[in-house]
């Protein structure tokens, strides 16, 4: 078994101990969790030790050696692994910033519980752990560079989500994914508000690559993958037509076919990343479209000449 793995294995018992409900399994929580904490910062140091030996950093004792051609070389020494001190000196050496003030928090609790005794209520303790939950969620994400709802496993990550801290931080990286897409603030806000998973209703939807106008998008609670036109509307898991009048429209602005897209009482287009107020058909040719949709009679659209163009093109023209 991994030692990833483990950690999980061990967050997921504490998780379980948790949601008991029992004064006497939330000191169990406090020691599965904190253990689980700890192995995923072994399990950070693993994957930064050399390829020769993978697990020389996670090694309390470190020796040098010389290889075949003569360079030193080291590696792990004896069965012992880094504890919580030798953990914190190997991030710093590594420059890796870490704020350590809320595993200290629970660390402190699971010595007392081990060693002593905890005179913290049972609301305390369970306070503590719940402040766990944040950080196992941002270790996993910034620092292995994971999803924590695949990591976790679904019902271990169904039951962090409940809490409030972990929701708003995975909130604001869904927000953030489609900022980094070109949306201001205010605009991937109201996209979240307005957006929701059509298998388990959550609105926790980030954006992922982009090889189109409208990037993929993976459900933050369940792991679907989605595209935009399955989370438009709950109650409809796809549109047939894309360009369906309510659904979606074209862009005058940038000549985008299909990018602009209902959400909520606003129209928005993932090819200028703007709030469009001006929507309507052409007057010419009927198309739907967003921008100044005066004059479209004689001027055109995106899609055409209008009836100026139409004349310009024609025959009679021509022959003028």
Partial sequence: MSLLQNAIDSIQVGVEDYRMDDDRRYLSAVRNICAGILLLYKEKLKRLSPLYDKEVLIKQSIKPIRDEQGNVLFVGDGEKTVDVQTIKKRFKSLKIDYDWDRFEEINKLRNNIEHYYTDKSSG???????????????????????????????????????????????????????????????????????????????????????????????????????????????????????????????????????????????????????????????????????????????????????????????RAYNDD
């Fill in 124 to 314: 305390a303790v369970q306070e503590v752990i719940v402040t766990s939950f944040l950080l196992i969620r941002d270790f996993i994400s910034e620092y292995l560079e994971e999803e924590p709802y695949s990591v976790l496993g679904k019902d271990c990550w169904q039951i962090l989500l409940e809490t409030e801290d972990v929701y708003q931080a995975e909130k604001k990286t869904c927000e953030q994914s489609f900022e980094a897409y070109g949306f201001e603030s205010q605009i991937s806000e109201h996209i979240l508000e307005n957006i929701r998973c059509p298998f388990c209703h959550s609105s926790l939807i980030k954006a992922q690559d982009q090889s189109d106008i409208f990037p993929s998008l993976v459900c933050c609670s369940c792991s679907k993958d989605l595209k935009i036109n399955d989370v438009i509307e709950e109650e409809k898991i796809s549109y047939k037509d894309f360009a369906s009048e309510g659904s979606f429209a074209s862009c005058n602005d940038t000549a985008s076919t299909n990018s602009v897209v209902k959400l909520g009482d606003k129209w928005i287009c993932f090819s200028c990343q703007e709030i469009h107020d001006d929507v309507g058909h052409c007057e010419y040719c009927n198309e739907f479209i967003t921008g100044d949709l005066e004059d479209t009679f004689l001027s055109g659209c995106l899609m055409c000449d209008g009836q100026m163009g139409h004349y310009m093109n024609s």
